[in-house]
């Protein structure tokens, strides 16, 4: 009897402990959530009932956080509740903002359409205006021109072309629908008095490399197609 | 005594008591503070309360009169009242007679107990709305007993651009800037305009190999195969040539005005005089 | 054989489920802590994986923070994760003291609360006193009242209702949780004084507008609703 007594009196000791720690994790909980910046340990420890160690309850806080939606951590030696950091996703909001292409790159664009497999240097020398990186860049980040591969020539230059979803964008069923030169004198888009001599070339997206170009190095598309840090913010 | 009457209207547990500041003050007239009451329904309310019954069941008649003897011992004490407490009190005073004598005939279409009724209802409604406004502030509130994220992680926008161009814009921009090319190319002539330096080497690698007189304009032939050429080669050749010969290095020779030019490396260097000669060798 | 096959895909399924709604209370807890305002269903079932029955799984996040220290609780139709309100001792040493109402302002937003919507004149019959203009403004300026419309009645005064501020800061889902609303409806104490074909015994503070209001004129907004210059600062 008296051991029975005993024992019903452990269980209630532990019973009336673990309703304790359960209240003592409440009142921690509740601290942090409400708090508008990390707390110390000491100042936590001053609110939770005297002797209880609060680092202890906090590792057992941290722990129970862990598999959570938000967690609990450390920054700069003081305690707070984050969102944990494999949902940062949820907390960001794609905006679509819908954007002109500027003039030089619609017409380098239109250069890497019609010359492809062409060089950066050879845009330039059909535009006879020197074109700068960002407008590549952009263009790149568009998806509508890729990097095809190196031209087998001195400083080895990375050659242009476009890409599928530049098809798909301009509603082009192949390369060669974009139309040429009497097409565009018949659309008044050039005028019939051209020098003699002018001509346009029968434009071509075969991915195959042609025989003066190289393939990409690994490094190339790195290089390229990452995105600026800068960028971001155009 | 005025302000005892005052007072036994006034029960300890009347909850607004406290409102009152207790005074050491032999003033009487600042006991009460009419201003503490919030208008003449506020001060009813009180003393309906006094009345210890259900406001369903209250006497008019009766809080008519312990109305119209508070405003009594006020002006006793010459309080000053606002307009409207004397309003309800004329009222009220009006009420309590019509209650009083049996209605004959209602003027104004209303009862006098309707009247009374509608009195209690507008009690039972004020001391409701008191009743839960209590309530309602005891409820937790937020940022007094329950509180809200301390820390919120506001939501980040992040600009995903999508690139609009149309495939007019596309041919319009390359066919303009074609366009504005070939002109410029054209204006800026290709004009190969054949330096004096290149008309001097070809100069001397013709007189190099020939051995005696040649006619310039046919050695000059195989420059001036683009006929827009014609008149730079044949311009800069002869420059070329009378600076040559200038120099003694080389012998001219015309037989006539538009005569074709023969031209030879001069041979005898003992033999100056001007290299250029005209009538026939 | 083929029977523990199949329980074992079973389970298989079961223990996928399981991982799915763990993940899926991960996303909305993240939601819930980070969110500076009670959260609609709508905006957080767009953040769930398409299919999912954001309402059954609210209702299991709340019963799972309802023996804690931060609770989820309605407030006016949304969603928000607060402090446990038997925690109020804790936090409130970090209370902000906010000005205490008068009580013509607690009486005033009572009314407003409870007949909405609800005009001036409305709130002085039931008060029986005359309403300061500052009381109302002073409401106003917690922004827990906002001015509503007009009253199709003579003079066309300007009705007040309560807002979303007012059910967030009272802990209130729907106007229907007002305490004693039923008790007032009971005793027939909650009608208002309005022409007999008006009469709306429940208060509501639904945006629409009742038959007997028009909206407000361009210039209300302005002379209630603005913050005053005074205010920005707080």
Known sequence: MRTSVAKMRVIEGNKKDTEARAEELRILEALLFAADEPLDEKVLAARLPAGVDAHALLAELQKEYAPRGVNLVRVGGKWSLRTAADLAWLLTREMVVTRKLSRAAIETLAIVAYHQPVTRAEIEDIRGVTTSKGTLDVLLETGWIRLRGRRKAPGRPVTYGTSEAFMSHFGLDAIGDLPGLDELKGAGLIEQSLPSGFSMPVPSDDPALRDDEDPLEPGDLDLGLAPRADQTEE | ?281
């Open chain 2, 1 to 281: 005594m005025a302000t005892a009457a005052i007072k036994r209207m006034m029960p300890d547990d009347f909850q607004f008591v406290a409102e009152f500041p207790e005074r050491a003050t032999d003033e009487p007239a600042l006991v009460i503070d009419v201003e503490g009451f919030e208008g003449p329904l506020d001060l009813l309310l009180m003393l309906a309360r006094q009345q210890k019954v259900d406001l369903a069941k209250i006497s008019i008649m009766a809080l008519a009169d312990q109305y119209l003897a508070f405003i009594e011992e006020a002006r006793k004490l010459r309080l000053e009242l606002a307009a409207d407490y004397l309003v309800m009190a004329a009222w009220l005073a009006y009420l309590k007679s019509r209650l009083l004598l049996p209605d004959q005939h209602a003027p104004e279409g209303m009862s006098a107990e309707d009247m009374a009724t509608a009195l209690a209802q507008r009690l039972r409604r004020l001391e409701a709305i008191r009743q839960f406004a209590e309530q309602l502030l005891n409820r937790p509130q937020l940022g007094r007993q329950v509180f809200a994220r301390g820390l919120p992680e506001p939501i980040a926008e992040i600009k995903k651009p999508e690139w609009s161009a149309t495939l007019y814009d596309l041919l319009s921009a390359y066919a303009g800037r074609r366009q504005t090319q070939a002109r410029s190319f054209v204006r800026m002539p290709k004009r190969t305009v054949w330096s004096l330096a290149e008309a001097r080497a070809a100069v001397e690698r013709l007189i190099g190999q020939a051995a005696d007189w040649c006619a310039l304009d046919e050695f000059l032939m195989a420059y001036m195969v683009e006929p827009s050429l014609a008149t730079t080669v044949r311009a800069s050749s002869f420059a070329a040539s009378l600076e040559l010969v200038r120099e003694g290095r080389m012998e001219m020779h015309q037989h006539a005005a538009f005569a074709p030019l023969y031209v030879r490396k001069r041979r005898d260097q003992g033999e100056a005089g001007p290299g250029v000669e005209l009538g026939n060798p």
